[in-house]
C-alpha cells in the first residue's frame, strides 16, 4: 500500500531487545504482555522488521545478515508522541501563565512567524532533531494556522522517512486577528493539504481545530464534513485541559450538554480523533470517547507547568478508552518520553495508585500505535512492521550507570531509566531501518535563525 525509503541490506542487530505485545496493566501476569531478549536479535530488512528473538536462536538468519552488535544495550520500540506543537518549539520554558494567559503572551505571538516558510523549515528542522536525539520515532503533532507551517514539517519528515500526522490549526475567532482564518479558507487550505500529503510515503494528516472556543460553530462544522469527505484522516485538538477554559466553552455553546458534546455533536469523535489533556471530564463524557473509539493524550509535564490538574489514567482505562503520551512542548517541558513517564508517575502517585516500569514503556511504545489506531505499522517488532527503534544506554552518565549497577531486575533497571534518565540515554535511533540520529550528531540548533 505504502512505498518508502529504506535500507536495502539485511541487518541483524544484537542487544537486550525489548517490546510489548499488550498493556501489561491489563494482564493477569505483566510478563505476558511484554517480550525480553537479554541476548537478543532484530533483524530488519528494507524497512521492516523480519523477526526478533534469542540471538542463539536466529543464528541462521544472523549469518545472513550484516552485524551491528550493541552488546549492552537496550533495543525497543521507536517512542510515540501523541501530542506536541512543532511551533511552540523556540518559547519552551515560557514562565508563569495558565493555560489561556500563557497563550495570549507566548503562544499566538510566537506562531505569527510561521507565515514565513523559510522560518517554519528551520523551526521544523530543529524540532525533527528534538524528537530523533530523545528517541522519537512518531508524533501527532499542531502546525499553526498558516499552511506553509504543514508544508515546512512535512516536507522535512518525508525527507527522513518519519511516520508523522500533522495539521494546520483551524481558528477564526477569540485569537489574534494575524491568526484567524475563516470556516471556508480553514475548510479549502485544509482540503488542499489532506489531498497533498496524506498517506504521502508516511505521513498523514490531522483536522486540526485548536480547540472550540476559538472556532465558530461554522468553522467546527467544515472541520466535520472534512472528516465524512476524508474519513480516513485523523481529528487532533484539545479538551478539558483547564478549568477556566470549561467554563468558557459553557459560555460559547450553551447548547451543548458539556465540552465533550461539542466535538461530538460537530461529528469529530471518532476512532481517529485524539483529544488531549482531557483532564476534567464528567463520567457522561468519559462514556462518550469510549463509545465513539475516541482516544487521549496524557500530558503530563505540561498539566504540571501551567496547573492543570491530574489526569486520570485508571478512570479512562477502566472505561476502554485508549490513551497515549504526549509531550506537549511547548507548555510540556521536555522532548524526552523518559522525562515525561518520570512526570506521569509522579501525577499518578498523587492519586494513590501506580504506574508501573512496564505500563510507562507500554504507553510509550504499542499502547501510543494503538492510542493513534498505527499499531498495525508501529509500536512494537512483529513480523513486517516499520522498523522504527531506538538503541538505549541503560546508564547516560556515570551517576545512572552507578545506579543501574545496583538493580537486580528488568522492572527496575526500566523504573531507574524512566525515573532519573533523559535524552543522554539515547545512544541512537534508527528510522525504517536508517540510523536518523546518534549521540555527538550535528544539531540544527547551533545555526543562526
Same mark, same amino acid.
Given at each position: 500500500?505504502? &512505498?518508502?525509503?529504506?535500507?536495502? +541490506?539485511?541487518?541483524?542487530?544484537?542487544? +537486550?531487545?525489548?517490546?510489548?505485545?499488550?498493556?501489561?496493566?491489563?494482564?493477569?501476569?505483566?510478563?505476558?504482555?511484554?517480550?525480553?531478549?537479554?541476548?537478543?536479535?532484530?533483524?530488519?530488512?528494507?524497512?521492516?522488521?523480519?523477526?526478533?528473538?534469542?540471538?542463539?536462536?536466529?543464528?541462521?538468519?544472523?549469518?545472513?545478515?550484516?552485524?551491528?552488535?550493541?552488546?549492552?544495550?537496550?533495543?525497543?520500540?521507536?517512542?510515540?508522541?501523541?501530542?506536541?506543537?512543532?511551533?511552540?518549539?523556540?518559547?519552551?520554558?515560557?514562565?508563569?501563565?495558565?493555560?489561556?494567559?500563557?497563550?495570549?503572551?507566548?503562544?499566538?505571538?510566537?506562531?505569527?512567524?510561521?507565515?514565513?516558510?523559510?522560518?517554519?523549515?528551520?523551526?521544523?528542522?530543529?524540532?525533527?532533531?528534538?524528537?530523533?536525539?530523545?528517541? $522519537?520515532?512518531?508524533?501527532? =503533532?499542531?502546525? $499553526? =494556522?498558516?499552511?506553509?507551517?504543514?508544508?515546512?514539517?512535512?516536507?522535512?519528515?518525508?525527507?527522513?522517512?518519519?511516520?508523522?500526522?500533522?495539521?494546520?490549526?483551524?481558528?477564526? !475567532?477569540?485569537?489574534?486577528?494575524?491568526?484567524?482564518?475563516?470556516?471556508?479558507?480553514?475548510?479549502?487550505? #485544509?482540503?488542499?493539504?489532506?489531498?497533498?500529503?496524506?498517506?504521502?510515503?508516511?505521513?498523514?494528516?490531522?483536522?486540526?481545530?485548536?480547540?472550540?472556543?476559538?472556532?465558530?460553530?461554522? +468553522?467546527?462544522?467544515?472541520?466535520?464534513?472534512?472528516?465524512?469527505?476524508?474519513?480516513?484522516?485523523?481529528?487532533?485538538?484539545?479538551?478539558?485541559?483547564?478549568?477556566?477554559?470549561?467554563?468558557?466553552?459553557?459560555?460559547?455553546?450553551?447548547?451543548?450538554?458539556?465540552? #465533550?458534546?461539542?466535538?461530538?455533536?460537530?461529528?469529530?469523535?471518532?476512532?481517529?480523533?485524539?483529544?488531549?489533556?482531557?483532564?476534567?471530564?464528567?463520567?457522561?463524557?468519559?462514556?462518550?470517547?469510549?463509545? #465513539?473509539?475516541?482516544?487521549?493524550?496524557?500530558?503530563?509535564?505540561?498539566?504540571?507547568?501551567?496547573?492543570?490538574?491530574?489526569?486520570?489514567?485508571?478512570?479512562?482505562?477502566?472505561?476502554?478508552?485508549?490513551?497515549?503520551?504526549?509531550?506537549?512542548?511547548?507548555?510540556? $517541558?521536555?522532548?524526552?518520553?523518559?522525562?515525561?513517564?518520570?512526570?506521569?508517575?509522579?501525577?499518578?502517585?498523587?492519586?494513590?495508585?501506580?504506574?508501573?516500569?512496564?505500563?510507562?514503556?507500554?504507553?510509550?511504545?504499542?499502547?501510543?500505535?494503538?492510542?493513534? &489506531?498505527?499499531?498495525?505499522?508501529?509500536?512494537?517488532?512483529?513480523?513486517?512492521?516499520?522498523?522504527?527503534?531506538?538503541?538505549?544506554?541503560?546508564?547516560?552518565?556515570?551517576?545512572?550507570?552507578? !545506579?543501574?549497577?545496583?538493580?537486580?531486575?528488568?522492572?527496575?533497571?526500566?523504573?531507574?531509566?524512566?525515573?532519573?534518565?533523559?535524552? !543522554?540515554?539515547?545512544?541512537?535511533?534508527?528510522?525504517?531501518?536508517?540510523?536518523?540520529?546518534?549521540?555527538?550528531?550535528?544539531?540544527?540548533?547551533?545555526?543562526?535563525?
Amino acid at each position: 500500500m505504502l &512505498s518508502f525509503t529504506a535500507q536495502a +541490506q539485511k541487518v541483524a542487530y544484537l542487544g +537486550q531487545v525489548l517490546h510489548f505485545t499488550g498493556d501489561p496493566s491489563q494482564a493477569t501476569n505483566p510478563q505476558d504482555a511484554y517480550q525480553y531478549f537479554e541476548k537478543g536479535a532484530l533483524i530488519v530488512d528494507k524497512g521492516k522488521v523480519v523477526k526478533v528473538g534469542i540471538a542463539s536462536e536466529l543464528d541462521a538468519l544472523i549469518k545472513q545478515s550484516k552485524v551491528i552488535d550493541y552488546k549492552d544495550k537496550l533495543i525497543i520500540p521507536g517512542f510515540i508522541d501523541t501530542h506536541i506543537h512543532y511551533p511552540q518549539t523556540e518559547m519552551i520554558a515560557a514562565f508563569g501563565e495558565q493555560l489561556l494567559d500563557w497563550l495570549k503572551k507566548y503562544t499566538f505571538p510566537a506562531e505569527k512567524q510561521f507565515s514565513d516558510k523559510a522560518y517554519a523549515k528551520d523551526v521544523s528542522d530543529i524540532f525533527l532533531h528534538q524528537l530523533l536525539s530523545n528517541g $522519537t520515532t512518531t508524533a501527532l =503533532v499542531f502546525g $499553526t =494556522v498558516h499552511p506553509e507551517s504543514v508544508d515546512a514539517l512535512f516536507s522535512q519528515a518525508k525527507s527522513l522517512d518519519m511516520r508523522l500526522i500533522a495539521g494546520k490549526v483551524m481558528m477564526d !475567532r477569540n485569537a489574534p486577528d494575524y491568526l484567524l482564518d475563516t470556516a471556508k479558507s480553514s475548510y479549502d487550505e #485544509t482540503k488542499a493539504l489532506i489531498q497533498k500529503w496524506h498517506n504521502k510515503d508516511r505521513l498523514l494528516y490531522a483536522i486540526t481545530p485548536r480547540f472550540a472556543p476559538t472556532s465558530t460553530p461554522e +468553522q467546527l462544522t467544515a472541520a466535520g464534513q472534512l472528516k465524512e469527505e476524508f474519513p480516513d484522516t485523523w481529528v487532533h485538538t484539545h479538551l478539558s485541559e483547564n478549568k477556566g477554559e470549561i467554563e468558557w466553552v459553557k459560555s460559547l455553546f450553551p447548547d451543548r450538554k458539556s465540552y #465533550t458534546d461539542v466535538y461530538d455533536f460537530y461529528k469529530l469523535t471518532s476512532d481517529k480523533s485524539i483529544f488531549a489533556h482531557s483532564i476534567h471530564l464528567d463520567d457522561d463524557e468519559v462514556a462518550t470517547l469510549a463509545s #465513539t473509539g475516541s482516544s487521549i493524550a496524557f500530558c503530563p509535564t505540561s498539566n504540571l507547568f501551567l496547573g492543570s490538574g491530574l489526569f486520570k489514567l485508571s478512570t479512562m482505562k477502566e472505561a476502554g478508552v485508549r490513551v497515549g503520551l504526549g509531550t506537549d512542548v511547548g507548555a510540556g $517541558t521536555s522532548f524526552s518520553m523518559l522525562e515525561t513517564l518520570n512526570e506521569a508517575y509522579k501525577i499518578i502517585q498523587l492519586q494513590n495508585q501506580k504506574l508501573s516500569a512496564f505500563e510507562g514503556f507500554y504507553l510509550a511504545t504499542l499502547g501510543g500505535a494503538k492510542s493513534l &489506531s498505527l499499531d498495525q505499522y508501529i509500536g512494537n517488532f512483529e513480523t513486517g512492521k516499520e522498523a522504527d527503534f531506538v538503541v538505549i544506554d541503560w546508564g547516560g552518565t556515570p551517576f545512572q550507570a552507578y !545506579r543501574q549497577s545496583k538493580t537486580t531486575s528488568l522492572h527496575e533497571k526500566l523504573f531507574v531509566l524512566m525515573t532519573i534518565g533523559d535524552d !543522554r540515554n539515547i545512544h541512537a535511533t534508527y528510522v525504517m531501518g536508517k540510523k536518523q540520529f546518534e549521540q555527538g550528531m550535528a544539531h540544527p540548533a547551533t545555526k543562526s535563525l
